[in-house]
């Protein structure tokens, strides 16, 4: 495992389609006018800045979680933050790419 695994940007396509069998959210972090401008179809939206504040909702969805954003940044804080509330999940990375791994 590397520096960027451990950052959460490694290459993780398999990673990625094992969240997808296990039915995991596509969670985009970015900011609102950022998702409107494009992003993944069945995708939710939550930004950063108030992710901290909506745990609990993102708990009650039950799915593992792929996190997003626009370049893998974001999506690694988000992911950071979710781990250490409980939750199941993965930085997905920029949305672009990461629908491309879908």
């Known amino acids: 495992m590397g520096i960027l695994d451990l950052l959460g940007f490694g290459n993780k396509t398999n990673d990625i389609q094992e969240y997808v069998e296990k039915g995991a959210i596509v969670l985009d972090v ?7 401008e494009g992003h993944i179809n069945g995708s939710k939206n ?5 992710i901290s504040n909506k745990i609990e909702e993102i708990k009650k969805w039950d799915k593992p979680i792929i996190a997003c954003c626009r370049s893998g940044a974001r999506s690694a804080q988000a992911t950071s933050i979710l781990k250490q509330n409980g939750i199941d999940c993965i930085n997905g990375g920029g949305w672009t790419s990461l629908q491309n791994k879908l």
């Open 30 to 36: 970015r900011t609102i006018e950022e998702y409107k």
């Open 46 to 50: 939550i930004a950063l800045q108030v």
